[in-house]
């Protein structure tokens, strides 16, 4: 059982930045692989970004050079640093855990990015 709760979303205008956190359960975070998906009205979720155990990353080429996550093992935190925000990435963003021995991954409730004028 793993609870992953999201928090940093809010309004900003074209061209700002945001820093996503999500804060998870289990006191071997260090082994769980994290991302952050989002899903817009109407569209199917999708990946932004991925963080393994061992540091590698992985972006939707839609945010590359804009986005950077990263994670502080020693506070179960998974962050996305959110720059140069567009419109287009107006969403819900998710925070999602995963491990080789796990039945299921694990979701986050989401939190609201809103890019506008």
């Known amino acids: 059982q793993v609870q992953l709760v999201e928090s940093g979303g809010g309004l900003v205008q074209p061209g700002g930045s945001l820093r996503l956190s999500c804060v998870a359960s289990g006191s071997i975070f260090s082994s769980y692989t994290m991302a952050w998906y989002r899903q817009a009205p109407g569209k199917q979720r999708e990946l932004v970004a991925g963080?393994?155990?061992?540091?590698?990353?992985n972006y939707a080429d839609s945010v590359k050079g804009r986005f950077t996550i990263s994670r502080d093992n020693a506070k179960n935190t998974v962050y996305l640093q959110m720059n140069s925000l567009e419109p287009e990435d107006t969403a819900v963003y998710y925070c999602?855990?995963?491990?080789?021995?796990?039945?299921?991954?694990?979701w986050g409730q989401g939190t609201q990015v809103t890019v506008s004028s």
């Open positions: 999602k855990a995963s491990a080789l021995n796990w039945r299921n991954d694990y």
């Open positions: 963080i393994g155990s061992g540091g590698f990353r």
